[in-house]
């Protein structure tokens, strides 16, 4: 028995399935997951010293790659002046400004602890303002584990097969409307038919959490206009998109203003954060200045906001941005077309910096195409690269990521791999 086989044993006698996050369990994939002892740049190193280049950064926050030297100063300047106070700090506001220096929608920001925190707030604060009930959001849409989001949900939700989470009423789950992404007309007859109940429509502008599927052309800007026309709030959760596929994220790179939107991941440098924001009228209704309850003791975290300031400081730089979608080319663009050529059953929907490869002839636009892929040659595909030293996501519906470290030379290599098992798969 190896050393990550011996800890996986022992982690599951104190943590259930012996993971705190359960895709890490590898169960989407079979086999033992790899127990990390360190990471450098685009690497990883498991218990063993085996060495990874690594294509899952922490789920997304680590696009600068792992313990860049800048970001890890600021934390440790930081963690010598102190690590929490629960009082605020010149960092919330220097943090917040370029959130909105980011996203011109984000008028004002608060600051919490994760991604599901950001959503449940932002949630809470869409029914606050509307006086509505219901919520909206799309199939195969991953938005945390909040009980009203765990419905018809990505990530964890479709690697385990479970469409409703146990413990979340019945009550509670017929408050949320679920409808299939990239489909205008079903949202328009949900609008016509439940409007005037909605508080509000939320999604991922891409969604990264069926693995990578893209908005068809017009299909944001119809979603802008129909939730104006109707008065439903519209919420971008941006947790992954988010100085992602762009310094100003999906808002910027399709020129759409959501009304709230929600951030985690980069916005935190890789330390346990999350944000939601948006038009000053609807964020004024937070307490203390309004009706909305939400707080939180660690939320603003000076550390975590440490990181996140150095990290978006460095991504201000859009040419951050020319340069990782060059490297996407570069990985993607031979796979692309071998996979034309040669007709293979493969789909690779990818953007920016971000890529998934289904098994399926696709196209692959919503959740029911996703759900089309052969998650059993995934498993073979994925353990295939492990053996070769390449970390993928142990799920077909996730997303995998590059970072500024990941350097060309190693893209090739691993490009190689990549074929070479694709061609005998
Ligand atoms: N929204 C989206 C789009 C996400 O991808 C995630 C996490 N992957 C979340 C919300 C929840 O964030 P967290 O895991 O930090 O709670």
Partial sequence: MNRSEQLFQEAQKFIPGGVNSPVRAFRGVGGTPRFIEKGKGPFIWDVEGNRYIDFVMSWGPLILGHSDSEVVKAISDQAKKGTSFGAPTEKEIELATLIHSAFPSVEKVRLVSSGTEAVMSVIRLARGVTGRKKILKCDGCYHGHADSLLIKAGSGGA??????????????????????????????QTLKKFGTEIA?????????NMGVVLPKPDYLTKVRQLTKKYGVILIFDEVITGFRLAFGGAQELYGIKADLTCLGK??????????????SIFMDELAPEGKVYQAGTLSGNPIATSAG?????????????????????????????????????????????CFTIFFTKGPVTDFASANRSDTKKYAKYFHALLSKCVYTAPSQFETNFISTAHPISHLKNVRKVILAILNVL
Avoid at 164 to 174: D, M, R, Y
Avoid at 326 to 346: F, T, W
């Fill in 159 to 188: 690697t385990f097969g479970i469409p409703n989470s146990a413990g979340v009423p019945e009550e509670l789950t017929q408050l949320t409307i679920s409808i299939p992404f990239n489909d205008v007309g079903i949202l328009e």
């Fill in 200 to 208: 509000c429509f939320i999604l991922e502008p891409v969604p990264a």
């Fill in 266 to 279: 980069i916005v935190g440098g890789g330390l346990p954060i999350g944000a939601f924001g948006g038009r």
């Fill in 309 to 353: 300031i150095a990290t978006l400081k460095r991504l201000k730089n859009k040419k951050v941005y020319a340069e990782l979608r060059k490297k996407m080319d570069y990985l993607c663009a031979p796979l692309e077309s071998e996979i034309k050529k040669r007709g293979l059953p493969l789909t690779l929907n990818r953007i920016g910096s």
